[in-house]
């Protein structure tokens, strides 16, 4: 076969590294298709918006780019990740070996020959050391299937190189943190655009990250087994409040917020909102055992109550921090949406001083 009938499936973060090791094979003539990996972690907004950043991506980079979503799968490996997990809660060996995994069950329908990735020896401390590249190789099961362009020169042959698809004599050598190869050979490429090198990962971020670990170490009202993508992705949304009655509260800092929000609500979440000032979108979401273990025993025989409790003072965060106005300590209609019912109630700002005790971290 020649290299033109070849195809290359590349795990592409979007970071400089992965589009360079992208170039670098597709400028040997080999056809690359670079596979975006999704979880609400990081990345998530990508599957909504998946045909703009395909072309953003072919614009800027010339690269072909599909969007995965790895979600299912990625929430059970936060449990016992096998290798441990870096500074924060972040599994990155882990989480490498499970894209390659995919990315190896992918082969087949993409018509890929071999998986390549942007690694650089010795650039990150946990995974991309020498002896871990290798771990994940093996764990993963992609063993020689897997081509490494930007560091290829010192690491042993893979298949790819050995079969003669690519020409191993035109792959690079890179090792360490040092930036300034990366960035001379993204500009022999033309490519002066490229996204700084921090990434958008929540699980490596030293405060996000923590609102995940509780969960997973049972310190949260929240329970790993609970956790759904749905409720990962309104952890990361606007001001948040567990109310005295149990219940989740979200309520949106602004207008892509809001929208968020009502766009990841679901059967069983209450809405709140003001229709005659401008204000926060909130969802109040009712949150199982936890909820029931926070209240009182004479509450815990229904849940009605503590719901009802919890949407009045809802309402009343929803008029606090609403836009004020002149009559700010004024009651406000606030509009209750449950499923297909409707209601309205009149609300007054709650007092500072008074609810900050329920604000989640
Ligand atoms: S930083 Fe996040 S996305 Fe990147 S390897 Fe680590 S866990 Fe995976």
Redesign the pocket.
């Known amino acids: 076969m020649s290299s033109s009938q070849i195809t290359a499936l590349a795990l592409f973060s979007g970071g400089l590294d992965s589009i360079l090791a992208c170039r670098v094979i597709a400028d040997q003539g080999l056809r690359v298709l670079a596979v975006k990996f999704v979880t609400p972690?990081?990345d998530y907004d990508r599957l909504a918006a998946r045909s703009s950043y395909q072309a953003e991506m072919f614009r800027h980079y010339g690269l072909e780019v599909i969007v995965e979503d790895l979600s299912s799968g990625y929430l059970d490996l936060l449990h016992h990740p096998q290798h441990g997990f870096?500074r924060n809660f972040?599994?990155?060996i882990d989480?490498?070996i499970l894209m390659l995994q995919r990315a190896k069950e992918m082969m087949a329908e993409t018509g890929a020959s071999f998986i390549l990735t942007g690694e650089v020896l010795g650039q990150r401390p946990m995974?991309q050391r020498r002896d871990t590249l290798r771990i994940i190789e093996r764990d993963s099961g992609v063993g020689q299937l897997l081509l490494r362009p930007l560091s290829a020169k010192l690491l042993a042959p893979s298949e790819a190189e050995a079969r003669g698809w690519v020409d191993r004599d035109r792959l690079l050598d890179f090792n360490g943190r040092g930036r300034s190869r990366q960035i001379a050979l993204a500009k022999n490429f033309g490519i002066t655009d490229f996204p700084a090198p921090a990434?958008g990962?929540i699980?490596?971020d030293p405060i996000l990250s923590r609102r995940i670990a509780r969960i997973y170490q049972g310190h949260s009202f929240l329970t790993a087994q609970s956790l759904t993508v749905n409720t990962v992705r309104l952890l990361f949304i606007g001001r948040q409040f567990l109310l005295p009655g149990g219940n989740w509260l979200i309520l949106g800092r602004d207008a892509a917020e809001n929208a968020q929000l009502t766009a990841i609500a679901q059967a069983g979440d209450t809405m709140l909102l003001m229709t005659t000032r401008p204000g926060p979108t909130a969802l109040l979401r009712s949150v199982g055992p936890r909820r029931l273990e926070a209240q009182d025993s004479a509450q815990t025989e229904s849940s009605a109550p503590a719901l009802s409790d919890d949407i009045l003072l809802a309402a009343s965060l929803v008029v606090r921090f609403g836009k004020k106005t002149v009559d700010y300590t004024d009651a406000v209609t606030v509009t209750v949406t449950q499923g297909e019912h409707l209601s309205e109630i009149m609300a007054s700002p709650l007092l500072d001083g008074s609810f900050q005790t329920w604000a989640l971290a």
Do not use: D, R, T, V
Request: net charge positive; aromatic share 16%.
């Open positions: 972690f990081f870096g972040n599994p990155c989480c490498k995974s990434g990962c699980l490596a």
